[in-house]
């Protein structure tokens, strides 16, 4: 069964602007899906929608099995959203502003309590309970935040740069958060991110939107093995790109060229025996070579391949990139 369905959704603001562009997707239960994209490309558009924020222009869609337009207020009870801006108090404490959410959601007596109390274990903050938000840490604030989310049960959580501007310990920490809920607790999760490695670490599937449409999606195995090359990467002057790309062109097996600023990246069919030929090439051309980077395809490579260009937070985090489903 699908937690999430979208159908033809589009979304036009009154200045004209197309940020969802038709799209469709379906993301099933207990899956973590991250959705990708460059800034501007129609993610947190997209994610306002789903979540009953947003009225689109045209299309629909459907989360928790509940319609956003028709039945708005059933998919707010299946849902949890934590947006990229915590909305928190700064004067109120941790337990303060839990037990608050809860009798906003309708719990009466003891029950605001014991939720509050039992989602600080849970995001790792009972010692913090009872100290002012103004004194926590920015990685503290997305695990409260975290929590806020998780307040009424939801069955699907929505994550918008759960982690961005988090330092890499405090961003383990929140992953570590989600990775558990989805494995312990079967909650999917929609997960918008700038880290392509935190996308490959964390998700079933995903979804890569570009100028409000989504261009490419599936598993991060079968993205990476979809680009069928070995990457050869060459920096050069940023004056000379233009005058490189040409005399690459003559590269044997080169299938695919992707020009950036101050880099050419090569799709290439036999990379070890491409990188000397690079090399060869330029110097005939008298461009000068920075580096050469011979490597295998990765995240980044999808979505440069996709989009046309690399996403802002490519190789931002720590470690090794390998995926690892809770």
């Known amino acids: 069964m699908n937690a999430i369905e979208a159908n033809e959704l589009k979304k036009v603001f ?20 991250g959705f990708l ?6 993610k947190t558009t997209t994610t306002r929608i789903l979540t009953t924020l947003l ?7 459907r989360v928790g099995g509940h319609d956003v337009l028709a039945d708005p207020h059933e998919v707010r009870r299946a849902v949890g959203v934590a947006l990229q801006e ?3 108090d700064a004067l ?24 509050a109390d039992r989602l600080l274990e849970l995001v790792g903050l009972t010692d913090a309970a009872d100290r002012r938000i103004k004194t926590y840490s920015g990685g503290m604030k997305r695990r409260l935040d975290l929590a806020s989310a998780l307040i009424h049960g939801p069955r699907i959580l929505f994550l918008d740069e759960p982690t961005a501007g988090l330092d890499p310990a405090s961003r383990q920490a929140v992953l570590d958060e989600v990775r ?12 918008t991110t700038q880290y392509l490695e935190e996308a490959d670490r964390m998700a079933d599937h995903l979804a890569i939107i570009d100028h409000g449409r989504i261009v490419a999606r599936g598993t991060p195995e079968e993205l990476k093995g979809s680009i069928g090359s070995d990457i050869v990467t060459v920096e050069v002057p940023r004056e000379d790109v233009h005058r490189a790309e040409s005399a690459l062109s003559a590269l ?42 011979l490597s295998s395809p990765t995240l980044d490579e999808v ?24």
């Open 14 to 33: 009154p200045n004209g602007v197309e940020a969802v562009a038709g799209i469709d997707l379906e993301v099933r239960e207990g899956d973590i899906v």
């Open 37 to 42: 994209g460059p800034n501007g490309a129609g």
């Open 55 to 61: 009225r689109p222009t045209s299309g629909s869609a």
């Open 86 to 88: 915590a909305g928190l």
């Open 92 to 115: 109120a404490t941790g337990r303060e502003l839990l037990i608050l959410q809860a009798r906003l959601y309708g719990f009466r007596g003891t029950e605001p309590t014991k939720r």
């Open 180 to 191: 558990r809920l989805n494995r312990e607790g079967g909650i999917t999760v929609f997960l």
């Open 252 to 293: 044997p097996g080169l299938k695919e060229v992707q020009r950036e600023e101050s880099a050419i990246t090569l799709f290439v069919s036999d990379g070890s025996g491409a990188a000397a030929r690079v090399i060869q090439l330029l110097v005939e051309a008298a461009v000068p070579v920075g580096s050469v980077k």
């Open 303 to 326: 979505f440069l391949r996709a989009t046309g260009s690399r996403l802002e937070g490519a190789g931002a985090l720590a470690g090794n990139g390998q995926r690892g489903k809770p």
